[in-house]
């Protein structure tokens, strides 16, 4: 059997910069492979304390480690300008050539509020992210572009620093639809963990959209960012997720809140039952793994795997040395 691809997801919501790469330099020497990077401008509740700008982090990532690097996910359409992401991922994809690949979304109101103006319904913010990508995907050809559409305006340009090859695109979606446009549109998919059906059916509709556009088989990548709680105890991992990743039990959309300090009043509702389903919480290191197999087993080609704790280090030790040597692909 292959060897999967487990990644470290590094949540610049949580930590300082400095400490985000070093843990994630750390996670690279006992097994992980490539860093998902969290895009937040704003924690999700005041207590993680954190929202280093992921640009700036990624490009330490590219010096420190040697694996995969890329934000999970940023927005283009909202605090940026599509060219402003298209500048950066090609500058990042230029000075790390083939570790680069660009996560996008459609936005959610606590990093994008920031700059005011109204903040719309999914349907429109959609929009406004395809309209983003074909943006983008015009400047990664190299050449002079430009573009006059419902939501943005390029006047003629291009992007004069590029990789000998544009680093691919990533959709972050949990729903089948846009899942279905990803696979005619775009690389891959990225899809938070969730129950092994919903999975399934994420995946099968991206399948179709990338048959449809009559794209060759496996050339696209799916990618699951995990969620999970481990410490040495299964109540130590309880409380670790319900003081430091609560909005991992909302079981509502969270996209139109936009103060940490609103989440911080939910979070006290937050019971340990609502976890179940979304967040594996347990102190056994080969729970976590049956978990993580599963997603393998549904045709993962990479997970990127987060544990809600501050007990970094001891988690990527303990993962490193009892997890990820026993994963299948």
Not at 136 to 163: C, N, S
Not at 170 to 196: E, F, L
Not at 204 to 219: V, W
Request: charged share 20%.
């Amino acid at each position: 059997m292959s060897k999967p691809q487990v990644g470290y997801a590094a949540m610049l919501e949580q930590f300082h910069p400095t400490e985000a790469v070093q843990l994630s330099a750390h996670a690279e020497q006992v097994g992980f492979e490539g860093v998902m990077v969290a895009d937040h401008y704003q924690p999700w509740v005041p207590a993680q304390g954190q929202a280093g700008f992921v640009w700036n982090v990624l490009a330490a990532l590219g010096e420190r480690t040697r694996g995969d690097i890329g934000p999970g996910v940023t927005c283009p359409s909202f605090r940026f300008h599509p060219a402003v992401v298209a500048q950066a991922s090609a500058t990042l994809a230029a000075m790390y050539p083939g570790r680069h690949w660009l996560g996008l979304g459609s936005g959610e109101a606590i990093n994008e509020h920031i700059v005011g103006g109204y903040w719309p319904e999914p349907p429109v913010r959609l929009s406004r992210m395809w309209e983003a990508i074909e943006i983008i995907q015009k400047l990664f050809t190299g050449t002079d572009v430009k573009h006059q559409g419902q939501y943005f305006t390029l006047e003629t340009a291009r992007l004069w620093t590029m990789p000998a090859t544009p680093p691919p695109i990533y959709v972050a979606t949990a729903g089948p639809v846009t899942a279905k446009r990803s696979g005619r549109t775009v690389d891959g998919i990225i899809t938070p963990g969730a129950p092994v059906e919903k999975i399934a059916n994420l995946f099968g509709k991206f399948d179709e959209g990338a048959s449809a556009a009559g794209r060759e088989p496996g050339s696209q990548k799916k990618i699951i960012q995990l969620h999970l709680s481990w410490a040495e105890t299964d109540e130590a991992a309880l409380t670790n997720a319900k003081v430091e990743w609560p909005n991992g039990g909302m079981k509502f959309p969270k996209q139109d809140i936009r103060s940490p300090f609103d989440f911080e009043q939910i979070a006290k509702l937050v019971r340990a039952e609502d976890f179940d389903g979304r967040m594996l919480i347990s102190a056994d290191p080969d729970a976590h793994r049956a978990e993580i197999q599963r997603f393998l087993d549904l045709g993962a080609d990479a997970i990127y795997l987060h544990n809600v704790g501050r007990n970094q280090r001891e988690w990527i030790d303990v993962f490193g040395r009892d997890v990820l040597p026993k994963l299948t692909g």
